[in-house]
């Protein structure tokens, strides 16, 4: 189960609601995974999804009705580096990148910012040269979004007033390393609910663990 036994914890304050300290596995049709929420007030945390792998360590708390993971030490993200930026066409946009550090043959989508347009919406780069569909809008910003894992990699802005041929170069840094920002999973009887990667993930305790300070049982 791509290494959870092997993660070594920190120690942290124990700030932890004990009901819900134990460990729990999923169990679900092309889904493996594990969670393993310490007295302690540690985690460690490990998914399989389709081409997703991933794991996690960290801090987590509860208010009695969830459970928050934040990730301690937080992982550095991926991101792309804006190797050039040439010339184009108004009002168009490409997206290449440098191959010897993204080797990927599909699509790239990204999120974007236009003219006349309030906040981001999500733009898609042609497979085969890289054109940027933007749906007739004038694009002002565009993010790279790291491939099968959707994690933006960093902004670049765009002027209005020319095109744009733009070449990555991307640098994976701590990729498949869970970065959990106060994550909420819910409560639902013996299982642990987490929304990720556009699906549910379910947490089933297979083990207790006593809060801290329990007295041991006699043999």
Same mark, same amino acid.
């Given at each position: 189960?791509?290494?959870?036994?092997?993660?070594?914890?920190? +120690?942290?304050?124990?700030? +932890?609601?004990?009901?819900? +300290?134990?460990?729990?596995?999923?169990?679900?049709?092309?889904?493996?995974?594990?969670?393993?929420? $310490?007295?302690?007030?540690?985690?460690?945390?490990?998914? #399989?999804?389709?081409?997703?792998?991933?794991?996690?360590?960290?801090?987590?708390?509860? /208010?009695? $009705?969830?459970?928050?993971?934040?990730?301690?030490?937080?992982?550095?993200?991926?991101?792309?580096?804006?190797?050039?930026?040439?010339?184009?066409?108004?009002?168009?946009?490409?997206?290449?990148?440098?191959? #010897?550090?993204?080797?990927?043959?599909?699509?790239?989508?990204?999120? +974007?910012?236009?003219?006349?347009?309030?906040?981001?919406?999500?733009?898609?780069?042609?497979?085969? /040269?890289?054109?940027?569909?933007?749906?007739?809008?004038?694009?002002?910003?565009?993010?790279?979004?790291?491939?099968?894992?959707?994690?933006?990699?960093?902004?670049?802005?765009?002027?209005? /007033?020319?095109?744009?041929?733009?070449?990555?170069?991307?640098?994976?840094?701590?990729?498949?390393?869970?970065?959990? $920002?106060?994550?909420?999973?819910?409560?639902?009887? #013996?299982?642990?609910?987490?929304?990720?990667?556009?699906?549910?993930?379910?947490?089933?305790?297979?083990?207790?663990?006593?809060?801290?300070?329990?007295?041991?049982?006699?043999?």
């Amino acid at each position: 189960m791509i290494g959870l036994a092997g993660l070594l914890l920190l +120690a942290a304050p124990a700030s +932890a609601a004990p009901s819900f +300290a134990g460990y729990y596995e999923v169990r679900q049709m092309e889904v493996a995974g594990g969670l393993d929420l $310490k007295p302690d007030g540690r985690f460690r945390y490990a998914l #399989s999804y389709g081409a997703v792998d991933e794991q996690g360590e960290g801090n987590w708390t509860s /208010d009695g $009705k969830t459970v928050r993971l934040t990730s301690n030490p937080m992982p550095k993200g991926p991101s792309f580096e804006l190797v050039r930026d040439d010339p184009a066409p108004k009002g168009q946009v490409w997206m290449t990148f440098d191959k #010897s550090s993204f080797n990927w043959t599909g699509r790239v989508d990204a999120m +974007a910012t236009a003219l006349g347009m309030n906040g981001k919406g999500l733009v898609t780069a042609s497979s085969s /040269d890289g054109r940027v569909d933007s749906g007739g809008r004038v694009l002002t910003s565009i993010e790279p979004l790291v491939p099968i894992y959707a994690i933006p990699g960093g902004a670049v802005r765009l002027s209005p /007033d020319r095109g744009h041929r733009l070449l990555f170069r991307f640098h994976p840094n701590d990729l498949g390393r869970a970065m959990f $920002k106060g994550e909420v999973l819910t409560s639902n009887g #013996s299982a642990l609910l987490l929304d990720r990667y556009d699906t549910e993930i379910r947490f089933l305790r297979v083990r207790s663990y006593k809060a801290p300070g329990s007295p041991k049982r006699g043999r």
